[in-house]
């Protein structure tokens, strides 16, 4: 199952039936695991405590019409109707919802944004018919800035929520399953066995995580199936054989009958009732995975009348056994003669549905990461041939001994559902406020589509959402204190983070003392390559000056490379690099930006410096043969200084050979959101500079280009162009320094308690125990050079 087949993600109209019907059924194993096997605890948790079963079967039945209606609402309606319309370039999530808006609203917070970033093709930021009361709302969003924070912390607690559940969904799934041994044995032997073939469930599936799911991933979508099918047919079975009438449940009034008995207790009961939507943020968050139709096809005409079907048939079998009303379980209602096999088959279904959720996991602390919200962590990529795979080894054993942790203190299902609905309930409610968000600033539909949009699925959420927080004392503390634990880290390091950008950006050094460095004062410039990593996009950071000022000297190709994330999903390779001269071409000086997209795969650190070598080569003969016409110094606007102005030259977008064009930008930098300057020039790149493979006796590095030594012309233009890539191609040869700052960052006096307490505690300590930036960039450790710098915020 080859997720990451980039052929099979276009738009659903492009899509052959043939090959949507396929991703629908692989689907069924990522996107559906979770939602499949809810069955299996739904009624336990709701008949745990609040409510019980009696002969008038007016709770089954009550509870029954509550599933129907909440299973029809929010993942039929809600989900696969109008938010899964609600992608970023076939990316959905939280944080796809969260660049959407921040591509058509400023509220963004991330550093280092430019003007070229909107000329990306996958920015897509269409110019919609001006409306008076969406644009009341955008400006109003953009002109306070506790709404940009309060935004992002929303943003956070989504995501919070979303990494809990995978504490959480692993545990109840598997612990459910298991739980099926419980009729095969006395209650004694139960206890002592459940909770320990749980345990050894759940270590084998993190310890297998580094291998990747890629290897077995084709068993997922047939096992699910086959779990669905047996869901479904023995749901069948138990409405023909015990009660063919149960269908007359569906009907809203017997809600109405169920909260008239039950009044308080009847909504306390919806704790567990909610728990038959877990994983359906599944399907807007792996959306990119498959595409829009293959994920409505499986939801609609497979697991939703197969979830009915089994919700319908354990009713129906509860309904003619009132004796059981201290015992209620799924596997109850399933004959003994297969009684075996579907526990076989449940335990291995949770454990797909399981695999799912920590996948996303990783999935969602790297975005986050990538946007600067998350302490550095070390992704391992499992698969190069399939995109996504991904391994974090720090989360994924913290993960596991947070579950062993949860399935040995809860050791029930009523807890362990109360943690998880509220878990599951708060994700649910951040994606419909951003939603809402999406329907006025993106769709440009009137504000009171977005509040009705809002009232209406916000109200059930909310309602849901309730019931589960009386539970705070039995279960349901857990999710909030990860959420708070979770959120206070993730907002301390983006703090962090930004006031180091700015400190960075007031403390940059001018051009004009790069070109001062000279022979007169003892510089000396050594062979090779020099990468001198930085945040800024322009200027000159005071990290290489304090390098020089403490040894004098620095490579004869220097390159200032700042690697940086913008708020779109992919950015096209070839338009990742953007290249420009940092003086005059005999300085031999450059600034490289590399950008990515928050769902992007980080180059290993080969491929990375040949591709930069080669671009850069490319630039070289883009800027000789494109000459840069003169500017206006006195063309100034909002503060911004022209590159020309600031002693930069303009940069260009480099693309591969197969792409062939390059595109001139001018250099700006600023902390605020800027609009786009304008369609920019197109011009064919270069077209004769050839991959050249160097085969000497001992191994070497790969020389991406070559020189011609055969041009003809003898123009001064030429002859400087053909010297400057003999230099680089010899810098390259000679080898490359990677060049990163080392921090230690200090409030200064007079600051809040507030402040001291988040940069000097709580930041600095999570740096000093996170990945250095080396581990994040693949850095090699024999070519790193750590230039220490105290940062004063």
Request: net charge neutral.
């Amino acid at each position: 199952m080859d997720l990451g087949d980039k052929t099979c993600w276009g738009n659903s109209k492009k899509d052959t039936w043939r090959t949507t019907l396929v991703l629908a059924y692989q689907s069924l194993g990522v996107v559906y695991g979770d939602l499949s096997i809810s069955p299996i605890y739904v009624y336990t948790s709701t008949f745990a405590e609040d409510i019980h079963h009696s002969e008038t079967n007016e709770e089954i039945f009550g509870v029954l019409s509550f599933v129907f209606w909440t299973l029809t609402l929010v993942p039929l309606f809600k989900y696969v109707f109008i938010v899964l319309r609600a992608d970023d370039n076939g990316e959905g999530g939280t944080f796809a919802l969260y660049s959407l808006i921040c591509r058509h609203v400023k509220v963004s917070l991330l550093p280092n944004r430019q003007t070229a970033d909107e000329s990306l093709s996958t920015y897509k930021l269409k110019q919609p018919p001006k409306r008076e009361n969406g644009s009341k709302v955008k400006t109003l969003l953009e002109k306070h800035k506790t709404l940009h924070t309060a935004l992002l912390i929303l943003v956070l607690l989504g995501t919070c929520m979303v990494i809990g559940d995978g504490v959480l969904t692993p545990v109840i799934s598997v612990f459910s399953a298991v739980s099926g041994l419980e009729l095969s044995m006395s209650k004694a032997h139960h206890e002592y066995a459940v909770i320990p073939i749980t345990c050894f469930i759940l270590v084998c599936l993190f310890a297998l995580q580094h291998y990747g799911s890629h290897r077995i991933g084709f068993i997922f979508a047939p096992i699910v199936l086959l779990w669905l099918l047996c869901l479904s047919g023995l749901g069948l079975y138990n409405i023909l054989y015990w009660d063919p009438h149960v269908y007359k449940a569906l009907s809203p009034y017997y809600m109405y009958k169920f909260l008239k008995k039950t009044k308080t207790r009847g909504w306390m009961s919806l704790g567990g009732i909610l728990l038959c939507i877990t994983g359906s943020e599944a399907m807007f968050a792996d959306l990119g995975h498959f595409s829009y139709a293959a994920i409505q096809i499986a939801f609609t005409f497979l697991v939703y009348p197969a979830l009915i079907l089994g919700y319908m048939g354990q009713a129906a079998y509860l309904s003619k056994h009132h004796q059981m009303a201290h015992e209620i379980s799924y596997y109850v209602s399933v004959p003994a003669s297969v009684r075996w096999p579907v526990i076989v088959i449940a335990i291995l279904a949770s454990v797909v549905g399981s695999q799912a959720i920590i996948s996303g996991t990783f999935s969602i602390i790297n975005q986050s990461q990538s946007l600067g919200c998350f302490p550095r962590v070390k992704v391992v990529h499992t698969s190069d041939k399939k995109h996504g795979q991904i391994y974090i080894p720090e989360i994924n054993w913290i993960l596991m001994i947070l579950c062993i942790a949860v399935t040995i203190g809860f050791r029930d299902t009523k807890h362990m559902g109360n943690a998880s609905g509220l878990a599951v309930m708060a994700v649910m409610m951040v994606t419909t406020c951003l939603t809402s968000l999406v329907i006025v600033l993106c769709w440009n539909k009137p504000p009171i589509l977005g509040l009705c949009f809002l009232l209406f699925f916000g109200s059930i959420e909310l309602l849901y959402f309730s019931a589960s927080l009386v539970k705070f004392r039995e279960g349901a503390w857990l999710p909030i204190l990860l959420a708070l634990i979770l959120v206070t880290v993730m907002f301390i390091w983006h703090y962090g983070t930004t006031k180091k950008y700015e400190y960075d950006l007031q403390n940059k050094v001018s051009l004009e003392w790069l070109l001062a460095l000279g022979s007169s004062l003892g510089i000396s410039r050594v062979p090779g390559i020099g990468l001198v990593f930085t945040d800024l996009t322009s200027g000159i950071p005071a990290n290489f000056s304090r390098f020089v000022t403490n040894l004098p000297a620095f490579h004869r190709i220097l390159v200032f490379v700042c690697v940086k994330f913008v708020p779109v999903p992919f950015v096209p390779p070839a338009e990742r690099y953007l290249i420009g001269r940092v003086g005059p071409s005999s300085l031999r000086s450059y600034r490289c930006i590399v950008r990515y997209g928050y769902r992007d795969v980080h180059q290993d650190v080969d491929s990375f410096e040949s591709e930069l070598v080669n671009r850069i080569a490319e630039f070289i003969r883009y800027d000789w043969t494109h000459p840069e016409p003169a500017s206006d110094p006195g063309n100034e606007d909002n503060g911004f200084q022209s590159a020309t102005s600031s002693g930069e030259c303009r940069l260009a977008v480099i693309g591969s050979s197969d792409f062939c064009a390059t595109r001139a930008i001018d250099s700006v930098e600023s902390l605020q959101q800027i609009s786009v300057s304008g369609s920019f020039q197109t011009v064919q790149s270069v077209a004769d500079i050839i991959d050249v493979e160097m085969n000497p006796p001992v191994k070497t590095r790969r020389v991406t280009f070559a020189v011609d030594d055969h041009s003809d012309s003898d123009e001064p233009e030429d002859l400087q162009m053909r010297q400057e890539l003999e230099d680089l191609l010899d810098a390259q040869q000679s080898g490359t320094a990677f060049i990163l700052g080392h921090s230690h960052v200090k409030t200064k006096q007079g600051s809040s308690v507030w402040k001291r307490l988040a940069i000097n505690v709580g930041y600095n300590f999570l740096r000093r125990n996170c990945r250095g930036p080396d581990v994040v960039l693949k850095v090699p450790p024999v070519s790193m050079l750590e230039v220490g710098m105290v940062y004063v915020v």
